[in-house]
Nanobody, 117 residues
Framework: QVQPVESGGGLVQAGGSLRLSCVAPENTFVNNNMAWYRQAPGKQRELVARISSSGYAYYVGSVKGRFTISRDNAKNTVYLQMNSLKPEDTGVYYC???????????WGQGTQVTVSS
């Protein structure tokens, strides 16, 4: 495996929930901060949430209190629990190490999240 594999996206009504999963390559995951990013139509990819190897989490303001990032170090997997979804959460969600732009790591295919109003 040379790139992350994201899953769990789908179509949901506003107020609904989804849980995203991402299995990352070992050299991406181990000892690195992991993050979820999203790319809305016509916009740049942006950071949504980040988690350190020890479990310390950071969220951007627009998702704080609604999203929860977690990781399973035994499975090289990072999760994103998304509650109270809003139409503005729509986009393709990707996971990667948080140094992805500095290191040029490969991106996965992402998983599409669509929230209808």
């Amino acid at each position: 495996q040379v790139q992350p594999v994201e899953s769990g996206g789908g179509l949901v009504q506003a107020g609904g929930s989804l849980r995203l999963s991402c299995v990352a390559p070992e050299n991406t995951f181990v000892n690195n901060n992991m993050a979820w990013y999203r790319q809305a139509p016509g916009k740049q990819r942006e950071l949504v949430a980040r988690i350190s190897s020890s479990g310390y989490a950071y969220y951007v303001g627009s998702v704080k209190g609604r999203f929860t990032i977690s990781r399973d170090n035994a499975k090289n997997t990072v999760y994103l629990q998304m509650n109270s979804l809003k139409p503005e959460d729509t986009g393709v969600y990707y996971c990667n190490a948080d140094d992805v732009w500095a290191t040029g790591r490969a991106w996965g295919q992402g998983t599409q999240v669509t929230v209808s109003s």
